[in-house]
């Protein structure tokens, strides 16, 4: 199993046999089944940046166990069993946050569910979850995936690349769980973190890497959606982190003014903003549908084999008239 991990390599092997590693560059390392990366935590679990100017230290909260995989617990304390950054984050100053519920039929992706049924819009979910977290598995950046329900963590946790770290979005509204996954990540040391849904999985690395590159000379990035929301949302932690909070505040949520009036609270707080591209989420049958039909069309092979994943679970469902008619549009 490989792991990616900041190199210049000191490894500590505590009573468990559990390699912590402290490190400056990049380096790629063969790690045994019983090891795994965590790299914003300390070897007692806790913040490894907890004089943060970004915020006071969470670290109680971040060593929750909501927070683990499902083989990071197996000491008595948790404090032997992560591998760490305990002499900065080097490239993995940058954090990557998506944001997923557990793929439960009849919980995930309701209004699509409509047309298709319960079962075939949580496999869709599921699919679009695990093409997110592979494709967007790339070293170098700290991965962390916020699940709801909370007690879904473990469940997940088990069937995704281990580079992503697996943990609960917690109580509140979108707003406040969205709000919670930046100011763990900031507190934790991350100094540009972005967060992205599950709802457009054709985002490739190319399109979080922009998002980070546009985060070196501003405040805020977003990533318009077609229906007045957005898919992607990056802060830098160049200003004190407490201004952004109002991004995430008494907004209407799932509505079509969420971008609009975010940006509207970003010029009131004096935030500078950068937009990306306008991009289409899938949350209805006529967004699946244009979806895959964009996909056939295109070059990658990536894409058409996505296309044919999401007829093929259409095809096996007793939904077949949905699927002859994304067939024949």
Not at 14 to 41: A, Q, T
Not at 135 to 154: E, F, K, Y
Not at 186 to 204: E, H, Y
Request: glycine share 8%; charged share 20%; aromatic share 8%.
């Amino acid at each position: 199993m490989w792991r990616y991990v900041l190199g210049s390599v000191e490894r500590y092997r505590g009573p468990n046999h559990i390699v912590s590693v402290f490190c400056n560059d990049c380096v790629k390392f063969s790690l045994l089944d019983h090891e795994r990366v965590n790299p914003l935590y300390d070897r007692n679990g806790n913040s490894a940046a907890s004089g943060s100017p970004c915020g006071p230290s969470r670290g109680d909260d971040l060593r929750s166990d909501k927070g683990c995989r499902p083989d990071s617990t197996s000491s008595s304390d948790g404090g032997d069993n992560v591998i760490d950054f305990a002499t900065g984050y080097g490239a993995q100053e940058q954090a990557l946050v998506l944001m997923a519920k557990y793929w439960h039929s009849g919980q995930v992706k309701t209004r699509l569910a409509a047309k298709i049924g319960f079962p075939a819009a949580a496999s869709l979910h599921e699919l679009f979850t695990r093409r997110l977290t592979d494709s967007l598995a790339r070293a170098g950046i700290h991965h962390q995936l916020r699940v709801s329900p909370d007690d879904c963590c473990s469940q997940i946790a088990s069937q995704i690349s281990p580079l992503w770290n697996v943990r609960a979005q917690g109580d509140g509204d979108l707003g406040q769980r969205m709000w919670r996954g930046f100011s763990d990540c900031f507190t934790a040391g991350a100094s540009r973190v972005v967060m992205i849904g599950a709802d457009l999985p054709t985002l490739c690395q190319a399109d979080i890497d922009n998002a980070f590159d546009q985060l070196r000379s501003c405040d805020l990035v977003l990533g318009p959606a077609v229906d007045g929301g957005y898919y992607l949302i990056g802060l830098s932690c160049g200003r004190e982190i407490n201004r952004f909070l109002q991004l995430f505040g008494t907004l209407s949520w799932g509505t079509s003014t969420v971008l609009r009036d975010t940006l509207s609270i970003a010029s009131g707080c004096g935030l500078t903003v950068k937009q990306l591209d306008e991009r289409e989420d899938v949350d209805q049958w006529p967004d699946l549908v244009r979806l895959v039909q964009r996909l056939e069309r295109s070059d990658s092979s990536d894409d058409t084999s996505l296309a044919a994943q999401i007829r093929a679970l259409l095809q096996y469902t007793s939904f077949s008239d949905s699927f002859s008619q994304a067939r024949t549009l």
